[in-house]
């Protein structure tokens, strides 16, 4: 039997080399354990010798249609069966089932209804073998059979072999068949466009009208690789049409991808050059087609890109494989976040907390937010007053294959609408300027860079403008100082001295966060400089003195009583900014800001949501004030009470703004219809003898009146 199934291998590669097609049908029988269960083992083997009889059979009946077939078992219930076409044979491929399955399981059935009192189904799966010069025949047999039994364990797919045609016509000519569209990702401070994700269309096809199925079909018929290059380099030799400025190009990756040959022997790389781009105007999107098994073997690969200049983003955060365990392993630069979270998200307080959290987190871990598909105005407002860094999807524009024309998005993208909060603590306030050397650098002209500038004490050492290491003052002399350093060191390149392992961190990280870090390094690291980056490529330094006074600063700035919901000043502060008013003798304008029937609110949504509106009015107070009186003073008496101090002059324009601001804001909020604010406006001239306790005395007097009307409403006594 052996010698006879080799004999027939070796006939068949010899058809290949001689160009003739070769049809693989891999058959078994649905759920045949089922079967076995009810009927018994023997039963089972006679019905399995019914099958072998009777393929045996329409074989031998058929043979004049053939240049050649040939039958095995692969044990089991699983057969496979070669057919060479001959010029005899009058129906193609598509046809197998209909014209040689459906009545070889008529027959089949037939044989064995004395066996079973129910009708045996087959299953099947057809590929197609044609010799390929670079492949061997043994080859090309072992991934036609391997083809057909993928499909056999899959569901039908009755346009399975006009799409396997159009992906093969795709590959022979993609410039003919494939192009790349580009939708703009936008910034969500100044609207201007960051960056495009590269999409791939066939315009012309009849079996992929939604190009999602294109991949899984082409990983399916093992060739999601070749697919994935030339989608690659149509993105990137069309992408110069479209882009201006350093606008990045978002490349989507399968996972799988990363371990191929060909996206890592440099192809692409020279590729980008040849369009005038390097891998740093670059970011590899990690799609979700695939799970990541092994993240200790794709985070090496991701290094590799990484060491290269590429930036990572994970896409379908909130959705399929992309968990929480991504993030963690992967580190990306940043974050997409999936359209069924930002679907309805104005709407849904589930999502508006899913996506606050993970914008908070994002400024934690020193990444980016992308908020995906965002297609309505609401969501479009709702993302930008979460604070999410660019904003993607249909509302913006649609994917072109020109540049797009932009909605117009001035007024939703104004600043007033944005969370502010969680921006105001970032170290990039307190950064001081980089020195920059390049990795070709003599150590002897940095030595002597330190001897000019005795009051630096770090260096930066980069290639290709991203931060590979650091040189420490100290340290660097310190190694001169040894008993051979400068013959050792002096004539050779700085990096046989740098450190390659500095603490970096994003412009965007909280001083909290820095601060943590910094004092979780090793003893001998303590005190080293910290490198501020964006996107990896160095902003300046922060020495840990000066993050530990600012520290110490804003500790005692808590200390004196800042509200922990809001972070604004508390009681004792505004207590002490009333007295120096009045001590002053100054004219002061002062605001009691109360929300109407907050209790109930806040019974009906319950207390987070309260805190929600709290925090929002308290966002609306700082923005209308920086707007328009930016020496104002905000403080949180507790609860939903707020007082503001301000110049008396603008006094009134600042309580409109103020309704105007909260109005919009609560559009977009849970149960909006139930929130309104009261404004007590009061103008405090020195001619009066004024306490803190008969100003807050007047004010509620005049509060008392204003909650009377109702609505978003102010009085100004």
């Not at 008013?581 to 609110?601: A, E």
């Amino acid at each position: 039997m052996f010698k006879s199934v080799d004999m027939s291998q070796r006939k068949l590669c010899r058809l290949l080399r001689e160009d003739k097609t070769i049809w693989v049908l891999y058959l078994d029988i649905v759920k045949f354990q089922e079967v076995e269960f009810r009927y018994g083992y023997k039963i089972c083997r006679q019905i399995l010798d019914e099958i072998e009889r009777e393929i045996n059979k329409t074989i031998k009946q058929q043979r004049n249609l053939y240049l050649f077939s040939h039958f095995e078992s692969r044990g089991g219930d699983d057969f496979v069966v070669y057919f060479v076409p001959g010029k005899n044979i009058t129906w193609n491929i598509t046809e197998v089932i209909e014209k040689w399955i459906t009545p070889l399981e008529a027959r089949f059935n037939h044989r064995i209804r004395k066996l079973v009192n129910e009708k045996i189904s087959l299953r099947s799966g057809l590929a197609q073998c044609s010799n390929e010069p670079t492949r061997s025949p043994d080859y090309l047999l072992y991934a036609a059979v391997k083809e057909a039994f993928l499909l056999n364990k899959s569901e039908p797919d009755p346009n399975f072999f006009a799409r396997r045609q159009e992906i093969a016509y795709l590959i022979e000519d993609p410039g003919k068949h494939l192009k790349a569209a580009f939708q703009p990702i936008i910034d969500a401070r100044s609207g201007e466009v960051f960056g495009f994700e590269a999409l791939a269309r066939i315009p012309n096809s009849t079996c992929f009208n939604n190009i999602a199925d294109l991949f899984p079909f082409a990983e399916k018929i093992g060739l999601l690789y070749p697919i994935e290059t030339l989608c690659r380099r149509q993105a990137i030799s069309s992408f110069p049409q479209v882009s201006q400025n350093k606008e990045r190009l978002f490349l989507n990756i399968n996972p799988l991808v990363l371990i191929d040959p060909e996206f890592g022997s440099g192809n692409t790389r020279k590729l980008l050059n040849e369009k005038g781009l390097t891998p740093s105007n670059v970011v590899l999107e990690i799609t979700e087609r695939s799970s990541i098994d092994d993240y200790s073997t794709f985070r090496d690969a991701l290094d590799h890109y990484r060491n290269q200049g590429y930036l990572i983003a994970l896409d379908d955060v909130g959705a399929g494989y992309s968990s929480l365990q991504s993030v963690a392993e992967l580190h990306p630069d940043y974050l997409k976040i999936d359209r069924s979270l930002i679907k309805g998200v104005n709407a849904d307080p589930i999502k508006w907390a899913l996506l606050e959290t993970f914008v908070t987190f994002s400024k934690r871990i020193g990444c980016r937010i992308i908020a995906e598909g965002v297609e309505t105005e609401e969501e479009m407002r709702t993302v930008v007053q979460l604070g999410v860094d660019y904003i993607q999807g249909f509302y913006i524009a649609k994917p072109s294959f020109e540049r797009p024309i932009l909605n117009p998005l001035k007024e939703i993208l104004s600043p007033t609408l944005r969370h502010k909060s969680i921006e105001q603590s970032s170290i990039l306030s307190m950064v001081e300027p980089l020195p920059l050397f390049t990795v070709h650098t003599l150590v002897k002209e940095v030595e002597a860079y330190f001897r000019e500038h005795p009051h630096l004490w770090l260096v930066g050492i980069i290639e290709d403008s991203r931060l590979v290491g650091v040189m420490q003052r100290d340290r660097l002399f310190a190694a001169l100082g040894t008993r051979y350093g400068v013959t050792l060191y002096l004539e050779r390149t700085v990096t046989i001295l740098m450190d390659t392992n500095p603490l970096i961190v994003e412009d965007t990280t909280p001083l909290e966060v820095v601060s943590s870090l910094a004092m979780q390094r090793s003893g001998s690291q303590l005190y080293d400089g910290i490198i501020v980056a964006n996107q990896r490529k160095p902003v300046g330094m922060v020495s840990v003195a000066n993050l530990i006074k600012t520290m110490a600063e804003r500790q005692i700035q808590i200390a004196k009583g800042a509200n922990p919901l809001t972070g604004l000043p508390g009681n004792l502060l505004i207590d002490q900014e009333i007295r120096q008013h009045l001590d002053r003798k100054s004219t002061f304008g002062l605001i009691y800001v109360d929300l109407n029937k907050f209790k109930y609110y806040n019974d009906k949504y319950g207390f987070q949501q309260g805190d929600v509106a709290i925090k929002v009015l308290s966002e609306v107070l700082v923005n209308a004030s920086q707007n328009l009186a930016e020496d104002s003073f905000i403080g949180h008496i507790g609860g939903d009470d707020f007082i503001v101090i301000s110049s008396p002059s603008g006094l009134e324009q600042l309580a409109k703004e103020i309704l105007h601001q909260f109005e919009q804001s609560c559009l977009l909020m849970t149960g909006s219809e139930y929130l309104s604010v009261a404004l007590a406006g009061l103008i405090i001239n020195p001619d009066h003898s004024w306490t803190p306790l008969l100003v807050s005395e007047r004010a509620a007097q005049i509060k008392k009146e204003v909650k009377a009307i109702g609505g978003n409403s102010y009085i100004l006594r």
